[in-house]
């Protein structure tokens, strides 16, 4: 990855690291598109209850990282492996697994327009669970107050919200089923004045220790 920064907060000690397993491994992966080089053999670890984040200028490769851990890009050389499983050996069930225990915010939120606040956080729990429908109510609106939403925010839409709301919303959709990982992709573009980088920074370290998340 080009001009990329790795930001680490909360760095495991270093004879821990060397006996646990990574949360995220990835080995020697290069990521093309045409004639250009995105990710050239980038190797990095992620160890529990870190917060690894990327500084850089668009276009270095952030999102297609991220992007790339998730499956979602084609690599050309490398090895990528999420809580001890090599992402290319998973079967369908093995997969589903692995999926039910991350969370996902993207860039601009990737709410459903048309669907409101709680039922765009019942979208994970539909797919994954079988839950009554007061169940997921409860447990959409749990989560609507861990980030930091007001109660009546459920019954809103996303064109009813504002770009931090939306963000708020968003995250409250990737919480939705306790993930281990929670990925954040450019996590503090869009937000309102009244909710800064900083306020959303601490909401993010906050959970990560409530929570017990590792952030990407």
Do not use: C, W
Not at 87 to 116: P, W
Not at 160 to 175: F, H, T, V
Not at 195 to 207: C, K, Q, R, V, Y
Request: a negative charge; hydrophobic letters at 40%; charged letters at 25%.
């Amino acid at each position: 990855m080009e001009n990329g920064i790795d930001h680490r907060s909360q760095p495991q000690d270093e004879d821990i690291r060397q006996t646990a397993v990574p949360m995220i491994s990835v080995r020697d992966v290069t990521v093309s598109f045409g004639r250009q080089t995105v990710l050239d053999k980038l190797s990095l670890e992620i160890y529990r209850g870190e917060v690894l984040g990327f500084i850089g200028p668009s276009g270095s490769g952030k999102s297609v990282l991220m992007r790339t851990i998730l499956g979602l890009n084609k690599r050309q050389t490398g090895e990528i492996e999420i809580l001890g499983r090599n992402i290319d050996q998973l079967n369908e069930l093995e997969k589903m697994s692995i999926d039910m225990r991350m969370g996902v915010l993207f860039q601009h939120g990737a709410l459903f327009s048309a669907l409101n606040v709680l039922e765009n956080i019942q979208v994970p729990m539909r797919e994954y669970l079988d839950l009554s429908p007061k169940l997921m109510d409860e447990l959409a609106r749990l989560k609507i107050d861990l980030v930091g939403l007001k109660p009546d925010t459920a019954e809103k839409f996303p064109s009813e919200l504002s770009g931090g709301m939306i963000k708020r919303a968003a995250l409250a959709r990737a919480l939705a089923l306790d993930p281990d990982i929670l990925f954040l992709d450019e996590p503090t573009s869009g937000l309102d004045p009244p909710i800064g980088a900083a306020e959303f920074d601490d909401l993010i370290a906050n959970l990560r220790d409530t929570m017990g998340l590792t952030v990407y």
